[in-house]
């Protein structure tokens, strides 16, 4: 019983966590050093529902800390120089600066694997345009702590959910699709979406709930924004198919790790996708 106690995830855990990432995700500017300000907390279900009641406590918690180390920082910030045109140079203090207000949340692990890590961290920079228009985040790093103690972060590029030009009318294409859950429609807005059934540590713009054979990161489609043609590219484990037709996939093993080939090939304009024959994909480009 002891061993069952020590092993679960206490608010201190998760605070002292987001602590390190807030200092290990810290991206260097011109005149300051951006840290991330937006942190996403992923719990294994059972710590999740026991440390529930004392969720805004946790966040208030967390915040108060994020704040508290910024001003740490600052503090003890060390001069830098800043080279002037003509060669020369002047000392000035780097500040330290968050983009926006620090924000905490707290979601479910629902991974298969999330007993073994039942702490996961997300951080992003929340993109610095108007909450109506932003695109989201550029770089999105993930830190998981196993059940054993270890941590492992890794970070991902991608564009953010919440883009503009959904809003302005601006839509390259659509998807329809019927999962676990029932029908489902999308209207593609950025030049590239990732599609399956997500993860804690997998961001897709489209989440499907669907099989285990539809992997977490399935398929990717992408356009050219010069030509406005579309490419797909497979993902999977179990495959892709395009009318009937087979993607070769990208992602190959090399020394136990996936490696991706950057195999891509023509999406028709319109077009059934399949997913390792359990879903199927409806895909319809837009009128140019």
Known sequence: MRQQEA???TPEDIIHLILEEMQAGMCPSFYSNLVPSVYQVFLYGEDLDRLRPL???????????LEEKLAELNKSAEPSKLKLPLGGAKHR???YEALGDFTVE????TDDDARENPLIIHSTFPSEASSDDRVGTL???????SADGQTITTATQRSGTLDARASAGIVHASIEWEDDTGAHSYQMTKD????????ADRWVDVK????????REHLQIRRDATTGEFFIKDLSTLGTTVNGKRVPGSIEQVNGADVDKNLEVPLPGKA????????????KAAKA
Request: a positive charge.
């Open 272 to 283: 059934s996708i399949g997913l390792a024959g359990v879903l199927s994909l409806e895909f």
């Open 139 to 145: 770089t999105e790093r993930v830190t998981r702590r």
């Open 55 to 65: 969720e805004q406590r946790m966040r208030d918690e967390a915040v108060r800390a």
């Open 208 to 215: 499907l709930k669907a099989k285990k054979d539809v992997s």
């Open 7 to 9: 092993a679960q995830v």
């Open 106 to 109: 707290f979601h479910e692990n």
């Open 192 to 199: 590239l979406i990732k599609i399956g059934r997500g993860a």
């Open 93 to 95: 203090k780097k500040k």
